[in-house]
């Protein structure tokens, strides 16, 4: 096995690599798929992408069998191709920015000098996989929501059609919990909307603390939160709907040197076919109202177009 191991910065580097390739006069297709590489590969934001084409073209002139890349700093490996014994392993690093590691696999020694070509291609990587990343990192920043750090309603909503194509494909159970918090506009009344903020940060904190860990946890908006309950159906839903109820009504949250003894109105909806995210949205909002209008600190599942209340009424 042979292992070589070493940084490509980028600091000019297209610029050093362009001359390198054209230089290699000796070698038109080498510099031909330089450029060709430079125009193609930033065609596309997403590394899955960026990197099936460089192997695809690459391998056209390197018996190259796999490439991998681990982004920094989230490390899942991303694999084009196959795992081979003889690798060449190199950090990509823009100024003092690591953003990740790239090994190519052959099941043959790699040559000094088509590692020398190789390395000149690889250069072709660099900005496209950091353009990728800042994409990923955009998106990402606006599915969060910046007071609790839990997904926020873009991000629950495309879950949620996720799940539900999943439901419909497989035939599995699903459910969708949506808890308000009661009565809070009192805690922003009475000791300010930071306060309040750090009411509703520790809330959030509180419900991944009482989640499953398949079960995400939303900022819905304002007061509001979803989970959703994946492979439930309306009786598990309940379930945890008492636990989590309970759980909340039992903890004291402490801001500001206050002590607040919070409540929340929940509403569920399970999968029902032809759903969409409107219509579970709109009955788990339509059971929630109900326990609003009796004073809260309950949950109510909706079914079909009856509400069911959790004491059986
Ligand atoms: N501090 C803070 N308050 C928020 C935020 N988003 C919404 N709110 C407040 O949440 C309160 C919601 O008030 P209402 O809709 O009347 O609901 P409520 O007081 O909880 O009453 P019920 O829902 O009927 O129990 C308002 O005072 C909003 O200003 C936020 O990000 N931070």
Redesign the pocket.
């Known amino acids: 096995m042979e292992l070589a191991k070493a940084t490509l910065d980028s600091q000019d580097q297209q610029r050093s690599h362009s001359a390198s390739a054209d230089k290699k006069a000796g070698d038109k297709n080498l510099s031909a798929l330089y450029w060709r590489l430079l125009s193609q590969l930033q065609a596309s934001l997403h590394n899955q992408q960026i990197l099936a084409t460089f192997h695809e073209r690459v391998a056209e002139h390197f018996a190259i069998d796999g490439i991998s890349y681990a982004a920094y700093p989230q490390a899942d490996l991303l694999l084009i191709g196959e795992q081979q014994p003889h690798q060449a392993a190199y950090r990509l690093r823009a100024r003092d920015d690591d953003f990740g590691e790239l090994t190519l696999f052959r099941h043959k020694r790699l040559l000094p000098e088509e590692l020398a070509d190789l390395e000149l291609l690889l250069g072709t990587l660099i900005s496209p996989l950091r353009n990728a990343r800042q994409y990923q990192n955009a998106i990402k920043a606006s599915r969060k929501d910046p ?1 609790t750090g839990l997904g926020n309603r873009m991000a629950m909503t495309e879950q949620l059609e996720q799940e539900i194509a999943i439901a419909n494909r497989h035939q599995r159970p699903l459910s969708l919990m949506l808890l ?10 009475t000791h300010g ?5 750090q ?2 940060r520790q809330f959030s904190d509180l419900l991944g603390r009482l989640n499953r860990q398949s079960d995400q946890s939303y900022r819905f ?3 509001e939160f979803v989970i959703i309950l994946r492979d439930t159906e309306a009786k598990g839903a309940m379930v945890a709907a008492e636990r989590i109820r309970n759980a909340i009504a039992s903890q004291t949250i402490t801001a500001n040197q206050a002590d607040f003894q919070i409540t929340a ?1 929940i509403g569920l909806a399970a999968y029902q076919s032809g759903d969409s995210t409107d219509s579970m949205i709109r009955r788990a909002d339509m059971a929630m109202y109900k326990i ?1 209008n009796r004073g ?1 600190n309950d949950f109510c599942c909706a079914e079909n177009t009856h509400l069911i209340h959790s004491t059986g009424e």
């Not at 909307?193 to 903020?197: L, N, R, S, T």
């Open positions: 007071l308000d918090i009661d009565k809070f506009k009192s805690v922003n009344d909307h930071q306060v309040g903020d009411v509703l908006g304002g007061e109105s609003k809260g």
